[in-house]
């Protein structure tokens, strides 16, 4: 699975919107896009995923550039439930493609 | 909540112990996953079941042992464990499709302690 590079961490207030970027440059054709999160004590959830179109979801949105080679989730209106450590994460479309997770960006949010 | 529950929740064990953790899912999910997360780490995929079949073994050492016995459950053997084995144990399921595009769902883990 290709590589992807995240911020270590990002902070956030509050009913705000957060945009958390990933490049992901040697991404290749098959690859899926998923973001998933991790709450503290609680196993990763689930955010979202793209191949190139954008994605709207009750979560977020996922805006994936044109070359593919970045994406950004968009949280629209953050919470302090929100904060977690996001994994953005490239899957293979052509086999099963586990997740293999990066270090993730720790988001912090401020009331 | 979660969809997929793990038990125990916490695990303390010697090293010569043996145990188990157990991992159950009802979504009709074929694909089963154990993930390995020390702290401050990302986790890290050790077993991967497809249809009850064991698909991938990413290395892992012998002293742990997974079992698939139905496909809802998934348990984790767990025998002669060393202090580095300290971590969260992670389980996931998802439908099996060959197009990677099904999200996994974790349960909240069970937090394994040996002394």
């Known amino acids: 699975d290709a590589k992807t590079t995240q911020p270590n961490s990002m902070e956030s207030n509050e009913e705000e919107p957060v945009h958390l970027p990933c490049n992901h440059s040697t991404i290749s054709g098959t690859d899926y896009i998923h973001w998933y999160r991790q709450l503290p004590s609680q196993g990763p959830e689930y955010v979202i995923h793209?191949?190139?179109s954008n994605v709207n979801n009750r979560m977020a949105s996922l805006a994936i550039a044109e070359d593919r080679k970045s994406s950004t989730l968009i949280l629209h209106r953050a919470t302090l439930r929100d904060a977690a450590v996001y994994y953005c994460?490239?899957?293979?479309?052509?086999?099963?493609?586990?997740?293999?997770f990066g270090k993730g960006t720790k988001l912090s949010v401020k009331p | 909540d979660t969809e997929v529950t793990q038990t125990p929740k916490h695990l303390v064990m010697g090293m010569t112990n043996k145990k188990s953790l157990k991992c159950e899912q009802h979504?009709?999910?074929?694909?089963m996953y154990w993930y390995k997360q020390k702290a401050k780490k990302p986790p890290e995929l050790m077993f991967v079941?497809?249809?009850?079949?064991?698909?991938i073994n990413e290395s892992v050492p012998s002293r742990f042992s997974p079992e698939c016995p139905n496909s809802s459950l998934l348990n984790l053997h767990l025998h002669a464990l060393q202090p580095e084995d300290s971590a969260l144990y992670l389980c996931a399921s998802s439908q099996v499709s060959r197009y990677s595009n099904q999200p996994q769902h974790f349960g909240d883990g069970t937090r394994l302690s040996i002394l």
């Open positions: 979504m009709g999910h074929r694909a």
């Open positions: 994460i490239l899957r293979d479309g052509g086999s099963q493609g586990n997740l293999i």
């Open positions: 079941y497809s249809y009850e079949k064991l698909s």
């Open positions: 793209g191949l190139t």
